[in-house]
């Protein structure tokens, strides 16, 4: 009988197995309300998402939380995708959450996130285009509405911090649909105006009244400005396009005053300080050339001068002495060896040297006559040739051949008759 109670965890599986084979829990995408929010240590966030009459525990792990680009809180309007399934210790189903936005601007974001990768990609965010704000700028442009806190706040500042700055403001719309244009176009108008510095901005709001300064239009405009931008998009927590691409970003647009300026007592407190460096280096420098003057002044050889010159004539003196040493010592050296030239053997007996050179050159004669082999033909031998080369064997020869003899005076030509080698 007992056999068909089920236990509590029994039950539990047996939903969680129907839950998660349930492919229209697998892909959820609900809109509700945040109540009961946790960040935990570990980076898991834990909350309830409700609507009017209904709630539903979540979880989002901590590789999903990291990718949430807003601080989740309760009561917030927000977006889940997830898949819905059975947490056994509690018995209570929930939604496990992989991603989050905030309701209403969740299409924002993506677009945002979007343009950002894009433009990140072609190089506008790279520091090494970013141009140097200018520390004394002679004329400040400022792009954005012509009335409200911002341009009171940016006015206000510039006036205060450095008056003697010329300011001019190109009236714009920083909100709606034609705002982008607006932007723009008042970007590329600016260029014109010989300024050196640019700020561009507008006081906070939404992230709907924000979405101009996020437009490709207006990142690019601020991106080919030749002059210097500074970013003043609404408060400091608020980050748009326009900042990534700006030169420099301000978290507000007073803040963007004060970054555009410097302030003028700073300054004057910086030249009194580098008026009293200048006087202490010229005092400085006019004390050490004094003590240098007086040194000189003191000097042996300004007292003394005549010292100076006797020195350099005894040194002369020396290395005329010298020179002529070394000179005598040539010329005694050269006519030693003239002397020795005069008492040689040859310089006394030419003749004896000439006489030894001709039986030199008779000697060689006498050898090569006895090398010679027209001299051997005197002496009864003959050379004999066929074909005009020279006979060294009997093999070479065969009868019928037609050869030449060179005797001492002439030359016989012979046939062969016969061919006889010796045995």
Known sequence: MEDKYLSVSAITRYLKAKFDVDENLQTVFLRGEISNFKAHTTGHFYFSLKDESSKINAIMFRSNANRVLFKPVDGMKVLVTGRISVYEAMGSYQIYVTDMLEDGVGNLYIAFEQLKKKLKAEGLFDERHKKKIPKIPKKVGIITASTGAAIRDIITTIKRRFPICETILFPTLVQGESAKDDIAYNIERAQDYDLDVLIVGRGGGSIEDLWPFNEEVVARAIYNSKVPVISAVGHEVDFTIADFVADLRAPTPTAAAELAVPNLSDLK???????????????????????????????????????????????????????????????????????????SYVLENPYLLYKDKINEVKNIIDKLNLLNPLNILARGYSITYLNERALKSICDVKKGDLLDIKLNDGFLKANVLEVKEDK
């Open 269 to 343: 407190k910086y030249v009194e300080q580098l008026d009293i460096r200048l006087n202490e280096s010229v005092l400085k420098k006019v004390n050490y050339l004094k003590l240098y003057l007086e040194s000189v002044k003191n000097s042996f050889v300004i007292k003394n001068p005549q010292i100076m010159f006797e020195n350099k004539k005894q040194s002369l003196s020396l290395i005329n002495d010298k020179l002529n040493d070394i000179m005598l010592g040539k010329v005694d050296k050269y006519k030693s060896e003239m002397e020795k030239i005069k008492k």
